[in-house]
């Protein structure tokens, strides 16, 4: 369901194996934990503990981490959301989608790599990872910019985020408190642009106009690494400072 978003009050509870601080902020409960040998960040992110959630990127191996949470937290999940098509980041999408019969959102240009990541990676990497076997799930829907989801008692805004792949989008949780920003914005760095797909005006288009314009105290929670805020980024980020290097990253994620 796609609507207009609500407001909400309360306490905000960041619980993890070890990614966050308990900070306050709105009610609701995250979670995550790094998956794999990328160390992708997975979350799952609900009202409340007891309640249904949805899980954001189930990367490499992510299925038993999520299982655990989902159990330690009594969450139902009902979406999966992706941030976009990189193997990192989809490995597990169809299983865990498959197990619960709940359908995976991802942006329509970011779509194909479901089932065909080789395509998200150079040809050396694609010779790596191209005897790996995905497969769209049974339900897929897709994202568009500026879209709210309504999903488990929650509305997370989307927006079409471009230039580490076509598809990338980040997501934000009421008030502009929260980002999950996929690999779009890392703390003191930003996505690498020359994957298939990748293009560095665009990925510095996109950090201007969907981070930047976010106020100071916006917490981002990344595809990799730890937890970062816009206001930090702001004044410690090189690829955010007013001149911006060259040329974007081509090392890392």
Sequence with gaps: ?????A???GTLRLHSHWLFDEIQLRQMLIAGFPAGAFQTNCYVVAPAAGAECVIVDP????AAGVDELLREHRLKPVAVLLTHGHLDHVW???PVCGARGIPAWIHPEDRHLLSDPAKGWSDTSAEIFGGITLSEPDDVEELSDGAVLSLAGLELVVDHTPGHTRGSVSFRLPGDEIMFSGDLLFAGSIGRTDLPGGDYPTILRSLADKCLSLPDATVVLPGHGPKTTIGHERLAN??????APPAGPTRGI
């Design 1 to 5: 369901m796609v609507r207009s978003p």
């Design 92 to 94: 597990s999408v169809a």
């Design 59 to 62: 990367g490499q191996d992510a």
């Design 7 to 9: 407001t909400r009050t």
């Design 238 to 243: 090189p690829y955010l400072r007013d001149i």
